[in-house]
């Protein structure tokens, strides 16, 4: 099959999945489950720029995207002026004396000889220093933020902008730790540097959990603004009603479709720059060279290129990428939640996605985000229709019917793992394999 009819082919059989979801359980689902492929397409591509670009496994997915959601937060929530006056001071003066010490500690690195002892030993005294004066500053404030009314406070907020500049936010922020982390872990081996982003990830999502002067901890942020109206804003307005009497809806029905397709606009118009931007620089000659090093490093190395710079560019790309798509998931959720960042759900699905639509290929992460994120989402109800019909001729109370029936939510684990195994079966190289570029 050429790679038209497979893209032809893919798309057609999505589209068709789609609309049966929309015939058989609601139109309100079958916008929903595109949001959502919308959202997974877009950290699918993130991946992508890293992993089929130049061949970086990065096991952190899930960090960065909770990086963009952390970035929701920080941006739309509306500042709490008593958290502010209680610890605001003792926090900004806290990560003050941070930067200084960095600062303080490049300044000796810079000064001294690489080989000399006194470096090492001054650089020490600033850190041990500076940590300590950090946590004499941080610590009493922290204390006194999160007493503020902590069941319905107890943190900072934010800044009560609109909610759409934290997506540019999440990928800033997620841009500039990834650019900390591939300066420490991109001189290790491939293995070791999957392992470095698997536990920074960790890492990110355990202190997003603790720091409840931060984000609230487990206690979570709700009722962040949304950049779409409200179903009840639609609901009073005469305008929409009249739209919903002539489509013949009910004005409940309609509201709901009308703020998801709202979504689906904002979703599609940055996946659509995110796809065009990855497009011109896979084409250019940027990309081309990403490629070749992804193909062979010692021979890149040894025309004069710099692999660690290049893999440095590519890995803060992706992330940015991951950390829009995080800001995007947190804004359509309404709420800030550090305990649902699950690697299963944000590291090893977004690889599947990738895996399964193409490697390198831009398109094919779309298609395999869209393809694996319906699946895991219509798996159970696929699964309990199954379970349903294969019992239908035993009795009501049969005790393997009640077993099969409520066996059913495990069909996501296994529908995913045989979607997966067919496709590297059938197609080794993915839904729509990776194609030879034309230069721009």
Not at 189 to 210: M, P, Q
Request: charged letters at 15%.
């Amino acid at each position: 099959m050429t790679y038209s009819a497979r893209l032809v082919t893919a798309v057609s059989l999505m589209a068709l999945m789609l609309i049966v979801v929309g015939v058989v359980q609601s139109w309100s689902v079958s916008l929903a489950i595109i949001n959502l492929c919308l959202i997974s397409s877009v950290m699918a591509l993130g991946v992508n720029i890293q992993w089929g670009y130049a061949g970086l496994f990065n096991a952190g997915v899930m960090g960065f995207a909770a990086l963009g959601g952390v970035a929701a937060v920080l941006v739309s929530a509306p500042p709490v002026r008593e958290a502010w006056q209680a610890g605001g001071a003792g926090v900004v003066s806290a990560f003050a004396v941070c930067a200084l010490t960095v600062a303080a500690v490049g300044i000796v690195h810079k000064k001294f000889r690489s080989n000399d002892l006194k470096r090492y030993a001054l650089a020490t005294l600033i850190i041990i220093i500076g940590f300590i004066i950090y946590r004499l500053l941080l610590d009493p404030a922290v204390e006194a933020i999160e007493a503020v009314e902590p069941a319905k406070t107890g943190f900072l907020g934010g800044l009560g902008l609109p909610i759409l500049l934290s997506w540019a936010v999440g990928g800033l922020l997620a841009a500039a730790i990834a650019w900390v982390i591939g300066k420490i872990a991109l001189g290790l081996r491939s293995d070791y540097f999957a392992i470095a982003t698997l536990g920074i990830s960790e890492i990110i999502v355990a202190v997003l959990k603790n720091e409840d002067w931060l984000t609230r901890g487990v206690k979570n942020v709700n009722g962040l603004p949304r950049p779409v109206p409200y179903e009840i804003e639609v609901q009073r307005s005469e305008f929409y009603r009249d739209i919903a009497g002539q489509l013949g809806m009910s004005i409940v029905e309609f509201s709901s479709l009308f703020v998801k397709l709202c979504y689906s606009g904002l979703f599609l118009i940055v996946l659509g720059l995110i796809f065009y931007l990855s497009e011109k620089a896979l084409r250019a000659p940027w990309g081309r060279m990403m490629r070749a090093i992804r193909d062979n490093e010692e021979a890149s190395n040894a025309m004069g290129k710099n692999v660690t710079g290049r893999h440095l560019e590519v890995f803060v790309l992706g992330s940015a990428v991951i950390g829009i798509a995080g800001a995007m998931l947190t804004t359509i959720d309404g709420q800030f939640t550090p305990s649902s960042y699950q690697p299963l759900r944000f590291t090893f699905l977004i690889w599947v996605m990738v895996i399964v639509g193409g490697s390198g290929n831009n398109l094919g992460s779309i298609i395999g985000g869209f393809v694996i994120w319906f699946f895991w989402i219509e798996a159970e109800p696929i699964g309990l229709w199954m379970m349903d019909l294969i019992t239908s001729g035993m009795a009501d109370q049969n005790p393997l019917r009640l077993h099969l029936i409520e066996s059913a939510s495990h069909m996501r684990l296994i529908m995913m793992g045989l979607v997966l195994l067919l496709v590297l079966r059938f197609s080794a190289k993915g839904l729509l394999p990776e194609q030879d570029r034309k230069p721009v």
